[in-house]
């Protein structure tokens, strides 16, 4: 069996197991839109509650908001993106493929050859990823609105408000979780590069000259934060935009990029927006965007912005890849027996606690279910008696559950289960007065192996 992880592997368990399904599949699939089914959803869940709590309730300094996906569209002429929220493209005059010229190899580019079948390209030409909607009851151009292709222009009109309902001082953060739309032209590895996402992005507004500072820091806090995730550090990288690459609100960037299957990818970025954002949007709207720094004589001053930005759904495909693994467990004669098995961390598990009886009769089955009624108040628990329980294991192991507990014959006469341990296999008694106090204790020391 060949054990290495393919991006087909993860879409085929992806549906099988009911993380992730085709948009609209029934009709024949929505391009670049994806559905999240009942084990999707849990993880999606559990990964933005990890982040938000990484960044609010153990940094003091930091909010949250939730700002409309709606804004006035004199936002986004501010932000820059009305203008320069574009991608270069190029047709193909002969398979009608369409590229994004700078995913072109410069050598075709320049002969305008195209990558495919050889074919001559057009010109490149800009295309602006914003998608327009209109609001109101006529479509006559002046209810122009924009769906938002990124959600760090809400904290920032929204900034003064927060500062002054929650007597913030500088340096302080506004973290968000939110969907945001972008008209790619190219979709493709999966979940990775979409229409519709969601984003998980914090905004730390810092004195001007204690950028750079807070600019490390932050790149430290988020290295930090994927070890805590449980991923494979070896499978991270930096990656420093160069003069060509940053963005036209950049002083610095980086990007941490994970080892996908498809390569090495964005997985986050960590910017210093500098006060280009603040000051944008104080000369469209008129308002005065300054900062009062009453610890400071009254000081007036635009703060400068360090950003960390995170794609939900791109680290729910970093997650699934990471701990995605095709496992030899024994040799039986002529036969290897393989497993498939997510080594999710146990915070993140979609089901933390599978309960099993032994068997369906004799009462074990009641016994079952009325222990899983004792663990639902504290864990995501499931409950399966269907098979043999070498497949139930099987079962559990494909969505990633860290516990499965089997109810016995020895439970009726002494009040143990077995608990059996999704990565080592190991499987060992426990009293159920002492079941949710042990998971407890192994979630807070999990080590990934």
Not at 25 to 43: K, N, R, S, T, V
Not at 332 to 350: C, I, M, Q, S, Y
Request: hydrophobic share 35%.
């Amino acid at each position: 069996m060949d054990s290495s992880v393919t991006m087909e592997k993860i879409v085929s368990l992806a549906k099988r197991r009911g993380f992730v399904f085709q948009s609209s599949e029934i009709y024949g699939g929505q391009a670049g839109a994806w559905d999240y089914g009942p084990a999707g959803i849990e993880l999606k869940n559990r990964i933005q509650r990890f982040w938000w709590k990484e960044m609010t309730q153990l940094h003091d300094d930091i909010v949250g908001l939730d700002a409309a996906i709606l804004m006035h569209p004199r936002v986004w002429e501010a932000s820059g993106h009305v203008e320069n929220f574009t991608d270069p493209l190029v047709d193909c005059k002969k398979c009608k493929q369409r590229f994004r010229a700078d995913m072109v190899p410069e050598e075709k580019l320049a002969k305008k050859e195209c990558p495919e079948c050889g074919g001559e390209l057009t010109d490149t030409r800009k295309f602006n990823l914003m998608f327009k909607t209109n609001i109101g009851p006529v479509d006559d151009g002046t209810g122009l609105i924009y769906l938002r292709p990124e959600t760090a222009q809400g904290i920032y009109v929204n900034y003064k408000n927060i500062a002054g309902s929650n007597r913030m001082k500088l340096p302080f953060g506004i973290a968000q979780v939110g969907k945001a739309f972008r008209n790619e032209i190219v979709t493709k590895n999966f979940i990775f590069r979409t229409c519709e996402f969601e984003q998980m992005e914090m905004q730390y507004f810092v004195k001007p000259g204690e950028d750079e500072k807070w600019f490390d820091y932050w790149r430290e806090q988020r290295w930090a934060y994927y070890e805590k995730l449980g991923v494979r550090m070896d499978k991270l990288r930096w990656h420093r935009h160069g003069p060509g690459e940053l963005a036209h609100y950049a002083k610095d960037a980086y990007d941490i990029e994970y080892e996908f299957p498809m390569g090495w990818k964005e997985l986050e970025g960590v910017h210093n927006r500098s006060d280009y954002d603040l000051t944008r949007h104080q000369q469209f709207s008129g308002k005065d965007l300054q900062y009062i720094d009453q610890d400071n004589g009254n000081a007036r001053y635009i703060p400068f912005i360090i950003e960390t930005s995170a794609g939900l759904t791109r680290q729910l495909l970093m997650v699934l890849c990471d701990a995605y693994e095709d496992e030899k467990v024994a040799d039986k004669g002529n036969e290897d027996d393989w497993r498939t098995v997510l080594r999710f961390h146990p915070a993140l598990a979609p089901v933390t606690v599978a309960v099993l009886p032994l068997m369906k009769k004799d009462g074990l089955a009641e016994l079952a279910q009325d222990i899983r009624k004792d663990l639902k108040e504290d864990f995501a628990t499931d409950y399966d008696q269907g098979g043999a329980i070498g497949r139930r294991y099987r079962r559990q192991d494909e969505i990633g559950t860290p516990f499965c507990v089997t109810v016995d014959y020895q439970s009726k006469e002494d009040g143990t289960v077995t608990v059996r341990y999704r990565d080592s296999m190991e499987q060992i008694r426990v009293p159920r007065a002492e079941l949710a106090a042990r998971i407890r204790a192994d979630i807070k020391a999990y080590k990934r192996v």
